[in-house]
């Protein structure tokens, strides 16, 4: 399969205006600045193939934004070498420009005042989509997305749901081959959520898009994603399947048990993280998994057993702390 | 022309989204009404003294005044919406979405937006200004009819490229709010012909904000003679500007960060 995004060892460095607090300093940078190199995105690389969903993790300030900012050519980088379908992003060529498409939460690009269908006309103009194209276009990601008659009222009076589904229509219509999706659920309801997640799906398969999708939410991530990469002060940390990620970083397994007698304690075998009348989950070393079953097993009298990896977003969590002591 | 449909596309879906807002319009004619009432009282305290101000009859300081009201309207219809919207894009971070277009960006930025009713300045200027030229000894021909529509042009293009300058200020100061007011208070400097200023203030409206060739010599070659000489320069000085602001713009680009999430 061929790779769309290529990404060699990139770095972003910004000059960060540095300056103490209070009064006297404030009035000081007026005349004087000082100036610190901040290195927000330092030697990542990787590549992403035609038709793959890749989920791109990180704590906030980790350089996911710069990183996407960069591959849409909004961002110069400071060295390294990108290739977006076989363009150089910052150049910003219109040929490339025509094939991206850049959908972000916290930022609407639809016109507020006016129908989201008006606003898709000057998608078109700008897009220079043909008119057949654009309607059929326009048609099945109303239907995709069932907003119906929603695109005929005026963007303001939409729930926030059904702005962020009109603003997915509006990005799509030029049928991008690259998506760049920041945070494109966050504060949306359960529902809403979903229904967006399914969209992101049909249309990679559909028209075997790659997407690049960064979010806070797990669930978007597991529904989502085979692939990950998680990157953290700016370095890449992990790149590979999402069960891998499991793998490797989780340093715990859970063992949930159904006690004979309620009474029993259980704490010389494990970190016990909940006991409710004899449903006890215990946390215990990976490695360790194997022996302490054997144990429970034989020693203490069990009605059921279950052993489980923890939740992935715990594991993150933990990465990103880990990560952040060392450093 | 992709741009030219544009720009229709962009105009169309303003006018919609104005026409929501209608009470805006009898807010404008109040507003413009009052700003042309209290700038003829200022013209006729000025002739209740002399006859004449720098040279500069009634008739043909009226008719600067109307050229300054049409001027007027028009940066108030195009070219300040677009800056404001621009600068506010720099400091939210919506630019995003303009730069990843397929489209020259800074034709995008520069006809998204367009406050219709301030053209209510425009027809109040015409009437103003229709007024002076009829009480002028001079009959008007083709020539300086078309020679005015052309140094209003160049006028508004000049003043377009000097605001995308300072706005363009905003990539590296974000706050660029600031500098579009002192352009405000400096416009209002052009209800008089700037021959009448001193010679520093006299200069920095004619080269650093080109009021005098927006508004002064529009009304000159109306109301007095077509002045070749002034036009042609004015041509240039317009080609230059444009040049200027436009590798200014990209300069600016090339140091936009964006509002981070």
């Not at chain 1, 961002?75 to 420009?97: A, C, H, M, N, W």
């Not at chain 1, 097993?297 to 939740?311: G, K, M, R």
């Not at chain 2, 544009?6 to 169309?12: G, K, S, T, V, Y």
Request: aromatic residues 10%.
């Amino acid at each position: 399969m061929s790779q769309t995004i290529k990404v060699d060892t990139l770095i972003k460095t910004f000059q960060v205006p540095e300056r103490e607090a209070g009064l006297k300093a404030a009035v000081g940078s007026l005349f004087k600045r000082k100036y610190r190199e901040v290195e927000a995105v330092k030697k990542i690389s990787f590549g992403i193939d035609a038709g793959e969903i890749v989920g791109f993790l990180g704590p906030n300030g980790a350089g996911k934004t710069t990183t996407l900012k960069m591959l849409a050519g909004l961002l110069f980088p400071t060295s390294g070498q990108i290739d977006v379908l076989g363009y150089e992003p910052q150049r910003r060529e219109k040929e490339l420009l025509r094939q991206i498409t850049i959908v972000m939460g916290q930022r609407n690009q639809l016109m507020w005042d006016i129908p989201a269908l008006d606003s898709f006309e000057l998608q078109r103009a700008i897009y220079q989509i043909p008119e057949g194209e654009f309607r059929r276009m326009r048609d099945e990601l109303i239907d995709l997305l069932s907003m119906g008659d929603l695109v005929k009222k005026p963007v303001r009076n939409l729930s926030l749901g059904e702005r962020m589904k009109a603003e997915f229509i509006s990005a799509l219509l030029h049928r991008p081959k690259v998506l760049f999706l920041d945070e494109p659920t966050i504060g949306l309801d359960v529902t809403a959520q979903r229904l967006i997640r399914e969209f992101v799906a049909a249309y990679n398969q559909r028209y075997q898009a790659s997407v690049m999708l960064t979010s806070h939410y797990m669930a978007d991530v597991q529904a989502l994603c085979k692939r990950v990469i998680v990157i953290h002060h700016g370095q890449l940390l992990y790149d590979g399947g999402l069960a891998g990620l499991v793998e490797k970083f989780a340093a715990y397994k859970t063992i949930g048990v159904t006690l004979n007698d309620p009474d029993l304690d259980l704490s010389e075998y494990g970190e016990i993280i909940s006991n409710s009348k004899g449903q006890v989950n215990l946390r215990v070393p990976k490695n360790a998994t194997a022996q302490i079953t054997t144990r429970l097993l034989n020693e203490v009298a069990i009605s059921d057993l279950t052993i489980e990896d923890p939740a992935i977003d715990s594991i993150i969590e933990q990465v990103f702390q880990q990560e952040a002591q060392v450093v | 022309m992709v741009y030219v449909r544009l720009f229709w596309i962009f105009l169309r879906v303003s006018v919609i989204s104005e026409f929501q807002y209608r009470v805006n319009f009898f807010v404008q004619l109040f507003q413009s009404a009052l700003a042309l009432g209290t700038g003829l009282v200022a013209m006729s305290l000025v002739f209740s003294y002399t006859q004449n101000l720098a040279g500069w009859t009634q008739p043909e300081l009226l008719a600067v005044m109307g050229v300054h009201i049409i001027v007027g309207g028009l940066i108030k219809t195009i070219i300040q919406p677009n800056m404001n919207r621009l600068i506010e894009d720099i400091q939210e971070g919506t630019l995003d979405f303009a730069l990843t277009k397929p489209a020259d960006a800074q034709a995008i930025i520069s006809v998204r937006e367009f406050r219709i009713w301030q053209l209510i300045d425009l027809v109040l200027g015409s009437v103003v200004l229709g007024y002076a030229i009829s009480q002028l000894s001079t009959s008007l021909g083709w020539l300086s009819a078309l020679a005015f529509a052309a140094a209003v042009l160049l006028g508004g293009l000049m003043i377009y490229s000097v605001w995308l300058m300072l706005s363009v200020g905003a990539f590296w100061i974000i706050r660029a709010d600031n500098f579009l007011e002192i352009f405000d208070s400096l416009y209002q400097a052009g209800r008089w012909p700037v021959s009448i200023y001193p010679g520093w203030l006299k200069h920095t409206l004619t080269f650093v904000l080109p009021i005098a060739f927006a508004v002064t010599l529009p009304a000159e070659t109306l109301a007095r003679q077509l002045n070749g000489q002034n036009l042609l320069f004015a041509v240039g000085l317009t080609i230059l500007l444009l040049v200027v602001s436009r590798l200014f713009w990209r300069f600016g680009l090339r140091h936009y960060t964006g509002a981070s999430a």
